[in-house]
């Protein structure tokens, strides 16, 4: 009698996408908006989101950085820390790490093969199922904490069943529209569903159009108000903490995130580990942040957790940057970057995909004699061409379609003394990553 085959990590990656698309590769068809199908598969698979400690991140920009950051520093602390991401840029297994090392490839198959014949009878979302094995694999684990990245909007998001020790919202931009709104108002209402009664919150940046609904989401849930001067469960907003600000830059002066743009994460950050730091947490022993532990977390968040594409110096000569910057709020602090670079020569590999505001950040791109920009089709149905972006671009440019061909186009010509910066997209630094592995 032969043996059972198994599957095999590759065969669980295939399964996945092949039969539950995710949405970096299809976009909307992918989004199942709501919680029924989560809780269903949660229930299927113990209810694990019922037996963590987690924080829980939203925003448009920066969450990913800002999750980051707070689990290098627990992790500096001494913690056991679950962090869970979206959307990976090399490997599936990226999105689930326990203190920086990602889940074994198969524990991954061995999750889709349990519950596999469920997964085929309800028929949750990729991202639903990928919820579902990371909140599994902490809590077997044994995590202290989580740290959870909220994968779109933040009320109808499938890691929303939580209920979390801290809710973190970094910022409010234009991005999904046609999922969370085209206002500024009405994409923070989505953000703010995470805020949830009795828990904690931190926003990060305030914008006239959005303080008014973070605070009425604040006072419906009981915690209103704002600084650390009282022990009630409240609503800090970072980039008005000045006073904290000063004392940050005392007790971790440098952070491994050299983008011009972390400035407003590294706050955000801070000031949500100073209500970890000052108030504790019920059911867990204080936590022990440090003024070591936050220079520690800070100064290695890369090392620490294994985060990659965030203004990543790639190869020194020519300088090789990318970043993972890829809507108008984002990068036009990469534009800002980029005007900084005493280069003689810029090669730009760019591209996009088409549910972004291409137009508005084809605006925000330096365009003197010193930037020369080649445009790339990423590797994602969703992409937009590199002759649609060329045609946007409308200033001196070439398209080259195969995102490797124009990598090594820019690297080819660029002199010792030029940069080459490759961005715009996930997938784009994704292939970046793997395709220069000086570091």
């Given at each position: 009698m032969k043996g059972r085959n198994y599957m095999n990590y590759q065969e669980a990656v295939d399964y996945l996408y092949n039969a539950r698309p995710p949405f970096h590769l299809v976009g909307a068809a992918a989004y199942k908006p709501g919680p029924e199908n989560t809780l269903r598969l949660m229930a299927h698979v113990g209810n694990p989101h019922e037996k963590l400690r987690a924080i829980h991140v939203a925003g448009t920009n920066g969450k990913g950085s800002t999750s980051h950051l707070i689990a290098a520093v627990l992790q500096a602390a001494g913690y056991k820390v679950g962090l869970y991401t979206s959307p990976h840029l090399v490997s599936l297994t990226e999105r689930i790490r326990i203190n920086g090392v990602p889940i074994p490839e198969a524990e991954v198959a061995q999750f889709i093969e349990t519950n596999k014949a469920f997964l085929d009878e309800t028929g949750p979302s990729f991202f639903e199922t990928m919820t579902a094995m990371a909140f599994a694999y902490f809590v077997a684990q044994k995590v202290d904490v989580a740290v959870v990245e909220v994968g779109l909007g933040g009320r109808l998001d499938s890691t929303n069943v939580l209920t979390p020790v801290l809710s973190v919202i970094t910022n409010i931009g234009l991005d999904h529209t046609e999922f969370l709104g085209n206002t500024l108002a009405k994409i923070a209402r989505e953000k703010a569903g995470i805020i949830k009664p009795g828990v904690p919150c931190v926003i990060g940046e305030t914008h006239p159009q959005t303080m008014n609904v973070f605070l009425d989401k604040a006072q419906?849930?009981?915690?209103?108000?704002?600084?650390?001067?009282?022990?009630?469960?409240?609503?800090?907003?970072?980039d008005q903490c000045g006073y904290l600000r000063t004392r940050r830059l005392r007790e971790a002066p440098e952070c491994e995130l050299k983008g011009l743009y972390q400035e407003k994460n590294l706050q955000t950050a801070f000031v949500a580990l100073q209500v970890l730091r000052n108030y504790g947490i019920t059911g867990l022993r204080d936590y022990e942040i440090t003024k070591e532990?936050?220079?520690e977390g800070f100064s290695h968040v890369c090392r620490l957790t294994g985060l990659r594409g965030r203004w990543e110096t790639l190869r020194e000569k020519p300088l090789v940057l990318c970043d993972t910057g890829h809507n108008s709020h984002g990068i036009q602090y990469v534009a800002q970057q980029l005007k900084t670079l005493?280069?003689?020569?810029?090669?730009?590999?760019?591209g996009m995909v088409n549910d972004k505001d291409t137009e508005v950040v084809m605006q925000l791109l330096p365009s003197d004699g010193k930037y020369h920009y080649i445009f790339t089709t990423p590797n994602t149905k969703r992409a937009r061409t590199a002759e649609e972006m060329l045609a946007m671009w409308s200033k001196?440019?070439?398209?080259?379609?195969?995102?490797?061909?124009?990598i090594n186009y820019a690297l080819e010509n660029a002199a010792e003394e030029d940069a080459v910066f490759i961005g715009g997209s996930n997938y784009l630094v994704g292939e970046a990553l793997q395709m220069i592995s000086d570091k």
């Open positions: 419906e849930c009981g915690i209103l108000g704002e600084g650390l001067e009282t022990t009630d469960c409240r609503i800090w907003f970072a532990a936050i220079r005493p280069n003689p020569h810029i090669w730009i590999v760019f001196e440019g070439i398209a080259i379609d195969d995102p490797k061909e124009a």
